[in-house]
Nanobody
Framework: QVQLVESGGGLVQAGGSLRLSCAAS????????MGWFRQAPGKEREFVAA????????RYASSVKGRFTISRDNAKNTVYLQMNSLKPEDTAVYYC?????????????????WGQGTQVTVSS
């Protein structure tokens, strides 16, 4: 089992940057594909980015590609989401999630473990 704790959210002006972190418990972090999702008020949770176990492959939602970067440090049991050029429409609660499959999936229900989320608010 994996426990995930996100941090790094906050209030930022449009055009600014934030870096989210997700710390995982346990010694099996490197066996999980990791993803970031977000959920805005009144909307469904949506895929943002994901990274494979070794970090050799990444995938992004079209809405964030070129602005967000996902990375991981298996020695620190942590996955990151660097968010640049933030827009008001990026405002949401951001969640990290762990999936035991080898390949990346963008399907929310396929992820096994979830963090509690961290709020990101981008003002215009």
């Amino acid at each position: 089992q994996v426990q995930l704790v996100e941090s790094g959210g906050g209030l930022v002006q449009a055009g600014g940057s934030l870096r989210l972190s997700c710390a995982a418990s346990g010694r099996t972090f490197s066996t999980y594909t990791m993803g970031w999702f977000r959920q805005a008020p009144g909307k469904e949770r949506e895929f943002v980015a994901a990274i494979t176990r070794t970090g050799s492959d990444t995938r992004y939602a079209s809405s964030v590609k070129g602005r967000f970067t996902i990375s991981r440090d298996n020695a620190k049991n942590t996955v990151y989401l660097q968010m640049n050029s933030l827009k008001p429409e990026d405002t949401a609660v951001y969640y990290c999630a762990a999936d035991g499959r080898i390949t990346i999936t963008t399907i929310t229900s396929w992820y096994d473990y979830w963090g509690q989320g961290t709020q990101v608010t981008v003002s215009s």
